[in-house]
């Protein structure tokens, strides 16, 4: 048995057509939480997916019994998406992991190896690995969340985090899109929450369409910034 292995785990990962994905990500996430978790589920939001998903999910069911399926009729965004698993989940810790195969799921290993004090473990990338105009945008992004906010974390967007379901019952998110990390950082010191960053590995996306770089997700996020800003604007104000 390894030494993480009396943790409760409730893996939450949001798919946008991911059909040529999925089989392995869920694959991997089962995997690797039987040999991390004492007891665990595989949350899987399909967000109003075009492509095969849906039946994709339903067939790996039947193979993965820890697999539960929370399914947005249409598609509603990443923000939504997230929101949705994290009030599925029912364990102790909830492991944030996208379901495109960027990320391997045995590293959550590293992340609980440093939760013992923690309420969120956040992984940063140490190499990126995206195109070149995703990582101009995501730099822009962050240059701007860290004027507005301070800085926050290392890699903010980084979907590869643990946190405490505790903490995230007590924060009120509204992000409906990729402003969602920057909403749980900024309400983490807000309450006070014990952050710790630990490196891990990134990888190409080898199947399906990255679209975190699409005009209307980048439009979205960046008008859901504004707003949150405003918002926090009022609270701090009214403290
Ligand atoms: N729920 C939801 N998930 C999405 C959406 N777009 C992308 N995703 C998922 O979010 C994760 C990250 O998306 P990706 O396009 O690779 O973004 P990037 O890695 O940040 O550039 C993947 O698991 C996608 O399936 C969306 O509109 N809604
Ligand atoms: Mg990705």
New binding site residues.
Partial sequence: MSPASSVEISAVMPAFNEEGNLEQSVGRMAAALADQARAFEVIVVDDGSRDGTATLLARLKAIHPSLRVVRHPVNRGYGAALRSGFAAARYHWIFLM?A?N?FDPADVAVLLAAATDADIVAGYRQRRRDPLPRRLNAWAFFTLVTILFGRLARDVNCAFKLIRRDLLVRMELHSEGALINTEVFVLARQLQARVVEVPVQHYP?TSGR?T?ANLRVVFRAFSELLAFKAEMRKVEKAA
């Fill in positions: 996208d495109d960027q996306r990255q975190g």
